[in-house]
């Protein structure tokens, strides 16, 4: 597998990441600029979207981390682009 050099992580990307459990709009504070939206889905579970530029992987790890330490189970992580 070759890699060119702009599919290596070293710029800001725009992500979307899905976890089960709801998280309180307040973290945004603490997820760099991602955004927080909770919802039901429809086994009526209660789920978070959380979507926004990342500057790095070692910010992308860090969110990662802190869904981890908060019990959410992580469902998805998108790459939707680089956008700022």
Avoid: P
């Avoid at 459990?21 to 009526?44: A, F, I, P």
């Avoid at 790095?56 to 959410?72: M, P, V």
């Amino acid at each position: 597998m070759s890699f060119s050099k702009d599919s290596m992580f070293s710029s800001a990307g725009y992500y979307r990441i899905d976890v089960q459990g709801r998280l309180q709009k307040e973290w945004e504070d603490r997820l760099g600029s991602m955004k927080v939206l909770s919802y039901q889905d429809d086994g009526r579970s209660a789920c978070t979207v959380l979507q926004g530029t990342v500057l790095d992987q070692t910010e992308l790890a860090g969110i990662l981390k802190t869904l981890y330490e908060l019990h959410l189970s992580i469902r998805s992580v998108n790459f939707l682009g680089k956008r700022l």
